[in-house]
């Protein structure tokens, strides 16, 4: 294998969008330009395509259409639910649950509304990333509003308990809303039958365009406009519909619900092989996040006596693309609040890689980039003199 190919091995991060999805957008980009709301005709075609997708995403959820509300991404539906479930309940209380490894769209909005009169717990998790039930139920109050909990942590893969914590929810009257952005459309989500209130998603993590995503509402629950102006989104959203990237997200989502099955199992298998190489020839290296509940195409793990940006720059010069952990945080020089959440020391944390998967990864290149990364570890480890000392105080101990 050539050394200039380039394995893109950060799709949590964003994917490529599909042919298939630029070819359904690209002439509501160029003849089909209208705005949709406007009242003649050429732009009622394009308010019908929007529509189309709107119903699309809702039969993919087990919900309506009317409960699909498109916004900029996963960012805004998530500061759009904390905001307005806050602002629109205030009169019933001000507490709202979450965890410590949520993504940062809910943490530092968590930390703007405890300024402005909430209090927001923040939930522990355990050494794979999944929070207590018995804990979650003991944090409720009566002046509890809301739970938010992500469906699958975006750095370590691992999947939450939904369906039980939506459970726990609606049997204190509390609205549950997951931050569903790195699984969806990546593993089966019905929001009945998973007890989900409130869900955030997001067009480029599926192979559409950045800049699109949406929140699923469910009828009947009050909330607050984040985006104040007109009156699209059914009075609920402001702003120029974005047409061409809400079809393209539509399209994406037919695409995902007719592969998803045949897609996860080739995922998981890639997943599996890769995991199972690099904990048996790299030494002191541990897989973070569950062994098995965990999206199918996330692998992330921590070496000792490593630091990430070091490998990150030599898997780059070797034509591998992967991360440290969330691509919103890369230029952070602090350790994962998520690897410091399930008990990983500093030392440690900062030694993280993620490598993250898609329908288009082969098995060539996962053993490539194994071949790749055992030799970056040990030439990383062979410049360290802790690694030098913990070596020689093994020698000593056999």
Request: charged content about 25%.
């Amino acid at each position: 294998m050539a050394e200039t190919k380039m394995i893109y091995l950060d799709n949590a991060a964003t994917t490529k969008v599909k042919p298939e999805v630029f070819a359904a957008m690209k002439p509501y980009l160029e003849e089909q330009y209208g705005n949709p709301s406007s009242a003649y005709a050429f732009s009622g075609r394009i308010a019908q395509k929007v529509d189309e997708s709107r119903k699309i995403i809702a039969d993919f959820l087990g919900a309506k259409p009317n409960e699909i509300y498109f916004t900029g991404g996963g960012s805004e539906s998530d500061n759009w639910t904390l905001k307005g479930i806050a602002d629109a309940y205030k009169s019933k209380g001000n507490h709202i649950i979450t965890t410590k490894i949520e993504h940062h769209a809910i943490l530092h909005t968590g930390e703007y509304l405890e300024k402005h009169g909430c209090e927001v717990t923040y939930l522990n998790v355990d050494g794979d990333g999944k929070i207590d039930l018995k804990e979650l139920e003991a944090a409720i109050r009566p002046e509890t509003i809301l739970i938010s909990i992500m469906f699958a942590n975006n750095e370590i893969g691992t999947i939450e308990p939904i369906k039980e914590i939506g459970r726990i929810a609606h049997e204190h009257g509390v609205l549950f809303h997951t931050d569903a952005v790195q699984a969806f459309g990546h593993v089966d989500i019905k929001v009945d039958e998973l007890n989900i209130d409130l869900l955030s998603a997001s067009g480029h993590k599926l192979n559409a365009p950045k800049g699109v995503g949406f929140l699923y509402i469910r009828k009947g629950i009050k909330i607050e406009p984040l985006i104040h102006g007109g009156a699209q989104e059914r009075g609920k959203r402001a702003g120029t519909t974005n047409a061409a990237g809400i079809i393209a997200i539509g399209e994406a989502v037919r695409i995902a619900s007719e592969t998803l099955k045949e897609r996860a199992d080739y995922e998981i298998k890639l997943r599996d092989h890769l995991i199972e190489r690099v904990l048996a020839e790299i030494p002191y290296c541990r897989l973070n996040g569950h062994r098995t509940d965990r999206l199918p195409n996330n692998t992330n793990f921590c070496f000792r006596f490593i630091e990430g940006e070091s490998l990150l720059i030599l898997l780059d010069k070797a034509g591998i693309c992967g991360s440290s952990g969330s691509a919103c945080t890369s230029g952070s020089l602090d350790p994962s609040h998520v690897l410091l959440a399930i008990g990983l020391p500093h030392e440690i944390a900062h030694g993280s890689l993620r490598l993250t998967l898609s329908e288009e990864t082969t098995m060539e290149e996962i053993d490539y980039t194994v071949d790749k990364l055992k030799f970056i570890v040990e030439r990383l480890r062979s410049m360290s003199p802790l690694y030098e000392d913990f070596v020689k105080k093994q020698g000593a101990k056999a």
